[in-house]
């Protein structure tokens, strides 16, 4: 199954913020849901569940997604 740009790009910023941040997944969304503001920072028009993003990083290839993180952590 392939996975569209914006489902990963949505993955990969709630990922990243919980991972700078130290920050539950769940806690990410709530805080993205309610605030608006928030929601224009990361340029996200639509807020997941966190049962979607953990259904969509399921669908990844773990040796795939830890070299695309270091790339981009690297870049």
Known sequence: MALSLDKLVFTFKIIFSGMFFVLDIQFILNELESKEKLRKYFNISEVWSADQV??????????????????????
């Open 54 to 75: 953990y259904k969509t990083l399921s669908l990844l290839d773990s040796e795939k997604l830890m070299r695309a993180l270091n790339w981009i952590l690297n870049s």
